[in-house]
């Protein structure tokens, strides 16, 4: 019986699926298990029209939280319809069946729909994505529909990147960042400033790049404010921390005024002002001068000089001038030339002793800043080794980067006599030198050197000395910066002169990309080119967690062009390179086989990464008035800033007022919070107007501001009141704080800072030698031998590393000539100021080898 046009007849599968079953039978297409198998019967070309089409296909799906999506399939002519998911038939009873026939052409039109759950999806999760297709018949044969995948949708909370505030001059382009949450679908992206929504359209200066990224192509001081990120899709609605933009003008000379009338005193005078445009919002005043004069003559100056009298005066004066000049230039010229004929015949032979007496540039009081442990006294034999230096060759030469540039005035000249000479292939020879006592004048020859433009004039921060193959130590005091030159890393023979730096920041810039931020000083060891047969060892600080989890800390190296590479990424160091890094709490040990400038740069993978920052607090020694300021520092847990901060407090006669404390810094893009509580407030009062004081997230993050600080000024309101009490917080927003209990006198204690925190220090600057290294040579050497060769019960190098707690490093020592040295070399630079050598002794006695026992000989024995 037909149905009626226009009506739809709902059904389950039920008896009339088998009638269709005997259908599908005659027209060759059978079930077998679950699976379809199609007959090849030919179909008449007239019927092929008769194949069934489909309306209406499934979409695409998202399941928001834990609601089911519903996919829908239409098709026409058709006698069956349903679903397969994922190649699985759906099951007929989770079909909803609608049939109806088209009343234009009379062919049974059928729809069919289905509900898939979180459940369902969730069963296949991670293993592929989940899809569903549907699946027609006519009397003609079969037809699929396009393949509708259901995902479920989410948008997780943390931005991978959030814009950072900025400080740019007007007409800057400005560029923030955003990378937003992960999602699906993925998350659309748009930006606001002080919560309105900017729209590009509109306002043509700001563009919203294909990565989400905002330009502002010209800063204007409308654009100062705070953006924000905001990221969202079908699932949530996620904004970023904001970024605040602070839009500044520098100031602009006007146009110089005209010239005054010519004074009294023979002068005139002409003037401009700072007002095109006047510094704003924290701009720069103008540079220059403002008001110029000139000398005059007019008849209202006195002084004015008539007369061919007084121009012949004038005349002879500056001829007679002239004369004189000529004079000292010729006896300036004959002096030169007599002392460099002086020069060409003096033969130096100090080369005989350089190799043995330390160099160093030392204080002029030595001392140590921070609460380093001291070095212990020296073991008592390790002054018992006395090896003959080898001199049969007093001039190598080497190849490398010192290559002559066909320039006299750019030789790399030392004390009598040039130290490179070029040779006629491009290669320079050393000669026998003797290095000036002067340290200075050293430092100021190196950097006006075509090879060290880098190098700066701070002879504070520079030591030096001259080595051979028995090996040495640089060490810069009070900074945890030191070289390491093992024995034979210098090839026997030649004698290499060799310095330490740690460069300021304000001497050497490093460029710092996106979220980048310098986590050591930038430290510098040369000269560059020479030849090493082994690496020598380059300790310096860095003042991150040490958590590579959370860091991808690089090594950065300047070439000789003056640019920085990246020559590491830490954590994946190859044996095959000629870096290699040992990574502890507080230190960097780096093995390098080439001298040059080192830094390391890190760049964080998630907020859960930390900076540790120094805080320490001054006060003015001295106090005569009723205001008082307490200074607190910000910075970098390392020991070369803390020495530079010290050294300026020094100078301006500050005292240290409680002992440093340690704050981690996490990557949250939170601000640091200062604030002073609990001051007896019958006798003082704090001239600070808000309740804390704020340093911007991103000038700590950065690390190119040595060390910040904040001053609370107080106010005592009498000047007999000299007892303070009071808390000093420092926290970072949601985040970790620290908070110092001030009690003191500011009458009583008024020792400065040299007087009160700085140390004596006795160790040199540079050590050569034997006097350098806690194990004898002798001892070194017959350790190496016993412990290189493998051992079938494993009493070699492998247990030695794993005794020290170095089995990390297992593979880097195996790709040594000599495994058990690497192994010393790192021991040595490790417990130079604190290690026991009776431990090492006892280290080797659990190994088994009876070398160690000689550690424990007394004087008289040896």
Known sequence: MPLPSGRFVRCRFGAASLLLGLWFLFAGLTFIGGSEHTATAAIPVAFSDLLPRFLVEPEDEYIVKNKPVTLTCRSTPATQIYFKCNGEWVHQDDHLIERDVDPATALQVMQVTIEITRQQVEKIFGLDEYWCQCVAWSTTGTQKSQKAYIRI??????????????????????????HPPE?????????QRNEDLIDPVSDTNYFISADHNLLIKKARLADTGNYTCVAKNIVARRKSNSATVLVYVDGG????????????????????????????????????LDLQSINCTSEQCPQTVNGAEDVALYVGMVAVA???????????????????????????????????????????????WAPRPRRPPHSKNSHLLTIQPDLTTTTTSYQGTLRSRHDAAGKFSMTNGPLLDPLPNGSHTLHNGKLNSDPAEFVSRLSTQTYFKTLPRDVANTTYGTFNFLGGRLTIPNTGISLLIPPEAIPRGKIYEIYLTVQRREDLRLPLAGCQTLLSPIVSCGPPGVVLSRPVILSMDHCFDACLDNWAVRLKKQNYEGAWEDVLLMGEELVTEPYYCQLEAETCRLFSEQ??????????????????LRLVLFSDAYCSTLEYNIRVYCMDDIQDVFKEVMQMEQQLGGRLIDEPHVLLFKDSYHNLRLSIHDMPQAHWRSKLLAGYQEIPFYHIWNGSQRY?????????????????????????VEGEGQSFALNFNIAKDTRAVDSEFLLMDSNATALAGPSAFQIPYLIRQKICS???????????????????????????????????SVILDLWETQHFHSGNINQLAAVM???GKQEAMIFLVSDGDC
């Open 708 to 732: 910040l600080h904040c001053t609370f000024t107080l106010e005592r309101l009498s000047l007999s009141t000299c007892d303070l009490t009071c808390q000093l917080c420092v926290w970072q």
């Open 786 to 820: 016993s412990l290189d060769a493998p051992c079938p019960n494993g009493a070699d190098w492998r247990m030695l590393a794993q005794r020290l707690k170095l089995e990390r490093h297992m593979s880097f020592f195996a790709s040594k000539v000599s495994p058990t």
């Open 253 to 288: 000379w006007s146009e110089w005024s005209k010239w005054s009338a010519c004074g009294a005193d023979c002068s005139m005078w002409r003037s401009r002002e700072c007002t095109q445009p006047s510094p704003g919002t924290g701009g720069k005043d103008c540079q220059g």
């Open 845 to 847: 006695a659990d190994i």
């Open 153 to 178: 949708a989410y948008l997780r909370k943390n931005f991978e990147e959030e814009p950072q505030g900025k400080e740019v001059a007007l007409d800057q382009e400005v560029l923030l960042r955003c």
């Open 322 to 368: 002239l004369c004189l000049t000529l004079l000292l230039i010729v006896v300036i010229l004959v002096y030169r030339r007599k002392k460099e004929g002086l020069d060409a015949d003096v033969a130096d032979s100090s080369i005989l002793t350089t190799g043995f007496q330390p160099m160093g540039i030392k204080p002029s009081k030595p001392g140590v």
């Open 595 to 612: 001298l040059g400038a080192f830094a390391l740069v890190g760049e964080s993978l998630h907020m859960g990464a930390s900076k540790r």
């Open 183 to 191: 999602g699906v679908p993925q998350a659309e992206v748009e930006w």
